[in-house]
Structures are given as structure tokens and as C-alpha cells.
């Protein structure tokens, strides 16, 4: 056993993130579980974390394939002072983050791609959700899910994905210790969430700009029955894509799924 409730405590003793873990063994979702304890009051920074999963959840009501004893499930509770949409910062941040910690395994071969995937040899890597929960006042409080695959075999994987999503053991071909990966990535997501605390997201976009393979390229977003292509010139203060279509019009994509094409 690389983890349980006591190893996690200990080492995230008198963290900002982690002050209070819950920690399952299997769980349906770490999201759902941060959900609840957010709507009961629970402080910032209040920690999900499960071995498995049973009804991991993944963007645009996809599941997120969550075997027992490979990989990261977690998701945090986050109360920022922030706007409705300045929230949708916080999944591109939550990106950042991550693929900055993550270059520390694969140096030069981590990128990030809208809206907030972290690919390692262009493979998926880590999937990112976050929920929120608004009141007529603001923000009451966000979920930032984090799913890692950290040494999960290609034959674990289903054969859905098994060409487009990967694992850091497959690409290192060593295993991770998951323990010391959590430690750092919520350490960097504390650096990173202060920041735009102070009302910074500049260096957050900055980060992901550099990090991302999507800028000049021909990008196509898909969102429910609509598609839209152009070139992907930046990011917007919201999080969102700016395309420049082929009339050249510029628009701004808040979600969907995008994929390069040229
Ligand atoms: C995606 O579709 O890319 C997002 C996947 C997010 C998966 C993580 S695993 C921990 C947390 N709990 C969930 O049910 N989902 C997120």
C-alpha cells in the first residue's frame, strides 16, 4: 500500500490545500464527495482523495475510468472572491499546475489543451473538472476535480482511448510514487491560486500560452450539435478560446471539445 488515510495526513499536515482529507478507498465520484461536504459548509481547501472510483465523472457527462491502485482521484474545495465567469479561470489554472509539475517527470513533454487536458507525448494524461455552486450573492464554492493517470498499464485503459490517453509509467517506464506526486501538485496548485488571488491571471495565461501546441494552428471545437473551426490565436481573460474563423471573425469558444487539425 503506497497510501492511506494516515501516510496522507502526515504529509499534508499544516498544508493550504489538504488541512483535511477525505480520503476512500473506493468511492462513486471525488467530486460528488467534495460537492456535498461544500454544500455542508466545508473550508477551503478541504481534500477528496480516492484509489478508485466506481462513477468518475469526466467532462461534458463523460465517465472517467478510475481502476483501484494506479492512479490520482481528487478534488478540492475552493471558496475564491471571485465572478461567475472569472471562475472559469480556475480549470486553466488547475492545468497549469498540473503540467507544470507533471514536466518535472517528462521534461519538454507535457503540453496543455483547451480547455483543460495536460497531454504527455500528445497522449492524455490527466483530465480536469470542475464544478460550481452559485448563489444570487456570487460563488458560494468551486470543485476542482483532478484525475491523473499516474501507473495505469495501456491494457487497463479501455480500447475506446487506449490510442489517445496514456500514463506517466507508460511514457517514463517507471512507476510513480503517487504519494510524492500529490504532495507536489497541490504545493504548485497553491502557488498558482494565490496568484490569482491577487487578481493575477496574466502569468497563469502566460504559462499556458507557452505550454500549449495550439496557438497558430487550425483548431476545430465541438460543443453538443455545433462545430466551429479556425486558427487559435489566444486565450481570453475568461478561460475561453479566441478562433479566428476563415471570414475572419473573431470568436471566442467557452467550452466543447477541440481538436488540432493542422
Ligand atoms: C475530463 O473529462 O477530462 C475530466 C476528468 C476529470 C476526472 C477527475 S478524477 C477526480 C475527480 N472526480 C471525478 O469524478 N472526476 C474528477
Redesign the pocket.
Known sequence: MDWNKEILENNFTGKFFGHKIHYYPET???????FSLGITGAQEGTV?I?DS?N??????Q???H?PSGA?????VILRPQITTSESSRIPILAGVAVAEVLDKYSPGKIKVKWP??VLLNSK?V????SQVKITPKGIDFL?L????NVNMAHNQFSEEIRDSATSLAIETGREISRLELIISLYENLEKWYKQLLQNEFGPVKEKWLELTPMIGRTVQVVYKDETISGTATGLDEDGSLILLTAGNKEIRVLAGDATIKR
Open positions: 462513486g465520484s471525488t467530486n460528488d464527495d467534495a477528496v480516492a472510483q462513477k468518475g465523472k469526466g467532462r461534458l463523460r465517465s472517467w478510475s492512479n490520482i482521484y481528487t478534488s483543460n487536458d492524455k490527466c483530465g480536469i473538472l470543485v476535480g483532478i484525475g491523473i
